[in-house]
C-alpha cells in the first residue's frame, strides 16, 4: 500500500525554476569558423537524457526518479526514486543549426542510482555536449580544417528526505573534462588540441504538495 501511494505521488512533478550560470566564451578570430551564422544555445530543442527524460521533453526538475535526472534535481534520488535505478543511453541529433546535417552530434551517458532510506546516492558518466566536423572556409586549407569541441563529465550525487519525506535536499559534485581539436587537412603538422578540466555542482530541492503535487527546485554552477 505504501509503495502504491508513493506511486501516486510520483505522477505529478511540477519544475519551478533551473538557473545556469555560464562564463561568457570568447571566439579565437584564428579558427575559420569563429562565429556562428545561426545563433545557439546549449540548452536547444533536442533532449538529451535517458528514456524517461527524454518522453518528458526533460520536464524532470519537479520529477527526478532516475540517474539521469538527478543530475537536473538531485533531490530526487531521496523522494522521487523507488529503490534504484540503472541505465545506459545514446542519443544522435540531426541539427543543422549546429553543423552540417550529415555530421550529427552524439551524446550519452552511463550510471546508477540507489535510494536508501533517508538517503539516495548516485553516480555516472555523461557526454553532454559533442560537436565536430570539417568546415570549409573561404580563405583557408583548400581541403579545410576539421574543428571539434567533446565534453565528459563525472556525476557525484547525494540527498536526503527531511520533514517526514515532505522534503529533500541534493548535491551533484560535478568533475568535466573539455577537449578541442583544430585539425587542418591540408597540413596537419600545423592544428593543435586543447584540454581543460573544471568542477561544479548541481544544488536542488524537492517538496511534496498536497494533491500529488512536487515542487522542484535546481541551481546549476
Known amino acids: 500500500m505504501a509503495r502504491r501511494k508513493k506511486h501516486l ?12 550560470l555560464t ?18 544555445s546549449g540548452y536547444g530543442s533536442a533532449v538529451h537524457g535517458d528514456i524517461r527524460t527524454v518522453g518528458m521533453a526533460g ?7 532516475t540517474f539521469i535526472a538527478g ?9 522521487g526514486l523507488d529503490n534504484a535505478d540503472a541505465n545506459f543511453a545514446s542519443q544522435t541529433v ?8 550529415a555530421s550529427p552530434t ?3 551517458n552511463a550510471g546508477a542510482c540507489m535510494s536508501v532510506y533517508p538517503w539516495g546516492v548516485s553516480l555516472g ?7 565536430g566536423m570539417t568546415y570549409a572556409p573561404a580563405n583557408g586549407p583548400e581541403r579545410g580544417v576539421e574543428l ?17 519525506n515532505k522534503f529533500s535536499l541534493g548535491a551533484d559534485l560535478i568533475v568535466g573534462r573539455s577537449y578541442a581539436l583544430v585539425n587542418p587537412l591540408s597540413s596537419p603538422d600545423t592544428g593543435g588540441s586543447a584540454t581543460s578540466y573544471a568542477v561544479g555542482t548541481t544544488a536542488g530541492a524537492l517538496y511534496q504538495l498536497p494533491g500529488r503535487l512536487l515542487l522542484g527546485l535546481s541551481l546549476s554552477l
Open 9 to 20: 505521488l510520483q505522477l505529478v512533478g511540477i519544475g519551478l525554476v533551473s538557473l545556469v
Open 23 to 40: 562564463p561568457g566564451v570568447r571566439a579565437d578570430t584564428g579558427i575559420p569558423y569563429a562565429s556562428r551564422t545561426k545563433s545557439f
Open 59 to 65: 520536464a524532470s526538475v519537479g520529477l527526478a526518479d
Open 71 to 79: 543530475t537536473y534535481n538531485p533531490a530526487g534520488l531521496a523522494m
Open 94 to 101: 540531426h541539427d543543422s543549426a549546429v553543423q552540417n546535417y
Open 106 to 108: 552524439e551524446t550519452g
Open 125 to 131: 558518466y555523461v557526454t553532454p555536449y559533442n560537436e
Open 148 to 164: 571539434a569541441v567533446h565534453i565528459r563529465e563525472m556525476h557525484l550525487g547525494v540527498a536526503r528526505v527531511f520533514a517526514e
